[in-house]
Structures are given as C-alpha cells and as structure tokens.
C-alpha cells in the first residue's frame, strides 16, 4: 500500500514555463514533507521542504503547496530551466527524529526543453 | 565538507553468490541510512542505525541481508545469498540525529545487477 503517490511518472514542459508536479498522501499522520531531486548517476539532493503546520514554503524559485483536506502537494518550479530536468520524489518521514526515515513516492521524470 | 561516500559505484554477480557494500557517512552524522532502489522506484528504507545501534530495520529482508556499523561511523550491508530481484540502487545516507528539519544527505549508490 502506497502511502506516497506521484501517479504522474513523467512531464515535460517548455523552458520558462511553470513546471508543477503533484503527490498524493494516505496517511493523515504524516507532518512533514520534503521534496527531492535526483541527477542519473546521482544520489537524491534534498530541494524544498514544508510542515504541515503550514501551506505554502518558497525558495526561490520553487514553491511547494500543500493542501491537507485533499492530502495533496504540489511543487511549483518558475521559471523552469533545462538544469532542472532530472526526478523528483516526493517523501513523508516515518518515526521520530530526523528527516533520513524516507517514505518516497515513485519519482516524476521532468523534462525541461529549451 | 565531503559527502557520504560509497563504493563500490557498480557491482555485477550471478544469483546465489554474496556481496558487500560500503558506505562512509558525513564526519559527525550520527544516523545512518540504507536505502534500495528499485528501477522506476522511489528509494525504500532497509535500515536505520543511530550510531552503532540499530533504530528500524523493519523493511530488511532479515534472511538473506545484513547490516553492521560496528565503531558509530562506516556500515557495511551484505547480501548473501542474491537473487535476482536485488538487482537495484542502494543508497546510503547520513545525518546528525535531530527534528524534522535534520536533512539527510545520500551518497551516489552502488547499482548491482545480479544475472
């Protein structure tokens, strides 16, 4: 039973535009949310994180919304450029402590074309 | 400051014969992570020490895998004997053990294919 979903395994989108990737979540325990991005050939490198205390978390250019009625979050790159072309999961921790007790989802593939 | 280092990058065996890998965490982190990949997976956590102490190992497959940290700082995680299903990623990862704000940094991986 999948208590991370990205149901959505890849997207491709134009240079400039937003990019918006989405996750699911099942288990209403859950009180943080991180997002990763991961290089081929690369370790996941951690990007954006947000409690569930609140809605909304940005960095610069990425903004990652959560939506906890729905279980839903959302990660918004704007504008999106070519170096952001890698995978990116979605991942609730699990027990207590640090972030590293990772549930992640399947990834979404992003493509960014110039 | 150097990152998490693992070795070896690639690893191909047969089914049924054992291997090892390496994993040198961040000087200081205190938490050590294992993690498996499968291809078209998220990461899945086999097992999470504090220290040399084992905090969840409740996801590793107990028969044919192990894990030690045995001095608090590199691990080890062996497979033994491998089937073909263990063909994936394995990540290592560290942190200082804290709240939910302690990122964890991984290290490249070992991609094992097993034939």
């Known amino acids: ?114 | 400051e150097a990152g998490v280092a693992q070795s070896p990058r690639y690893k191909i065996i047969e089914k049924r014969q054992s291997v090892a890998f390496w994993c040198n965490p961040i000087s200081g982190h205190a938490t050590l992570y294992w993690y498996q990949q499968i291809l078209g997976q998220g990461p899945k956590l086999l097992i999470q020490f504090q220290n040399n102490g084992v905090v969840d190992d409740s996801q590793l497959p107990k028969d044919r895998f192990s894990a030690e940290r045995l001095k608090g700082v590199d691990s080890t995680l062996k497979i033994q004997p491998a089937k073909l299903e263990d063909s994936a990623v394995y990540l290592c990862a560290s942190s200082h053990w804290g709240g939910r704000n302690t990122e964890a940094f991984f290290g490249q991986g070992t991609r094992l294919t097993v034939v």
Request: charged share 20%; with cysteine; aromatic share 12%.
């Open chain 1, 1 to 114: 039973d999948q208590q991370v979903k990205q149901n959505s395994p890849s997207l491709s989108v134009q240079e400039g535009r937003i990019s918006i990737l989405n996750c699911d979540y099942t288990n209403s325990m859950f009180d943080y949310f991180l997002w990763y991005k991961k290089y081929p050939a690369e370790g996941p490198t951690f990007l954006i994180s947000i409690s569930s205390i609140k809605d909304k978390n940005e960095d610069g250019r990425f903004t990652v919304f959560l939506n906890k009625s729905a279980k839903h979050l959302s990660l918004h790159i704007v504008p999106s450029q070519p170096g952001d072309s890698a995978v990116y999961f979605c991942a609730a921790p699990q027990g207590e402590g640090s972030q590293g007790n990772l549930i992640f989802g399947k990834g979404t593939k992003l493509s960014v074309k110039p």
